[in-house]
């Protein structure tokens, strides 16, 4: 079987890299609401993240106001898609399908 990155494959990790993969960048504030974490487990997971070298973390002002903002690096980007070539991998490998009569609508079809 495939092994899959851990760093991508935790459930949060992976809501993080798909939310920006698809921006440029991303602040803190708007992940925290886009996600519903706490500020600490947030900063936890983007912690991770950035020593594994899948984000760049830019830390600036916004007039007086701290702003910190994310972004995928090149590494991040590779190893999501690393991480998706996995998983397809996996649901095409023989006996990852359950046959149709084990299924939930065979239940429902029976009775």
Known sequence: MTDLDP??????????????????????????????????????????????????????????IPRTSYRLTRRGRSSLDEYWQAIDAIRRSPGAAAPEADGPEAGAAAG
Not at 18 to 31: C, I, K, P, R, T
Not at 41 to 56: D, I
């Open 7 to 64: 760093h991508v494959h935790q459930p949060t990790r992976l809501r993080l890299l798909m939310l920006l993969s698809g921006v440029e960048s991303a602040d803190f504030n708007f992940l925290l609401t886009a996600l519903g974490l706490s500020k600490g487990n947030l900063s936890s997971h983007m912690s991770r993240l950035e020593q594994a070298g899948y984000v760049e973390v830019a830390k600036g002002f916004d007039g007086k």
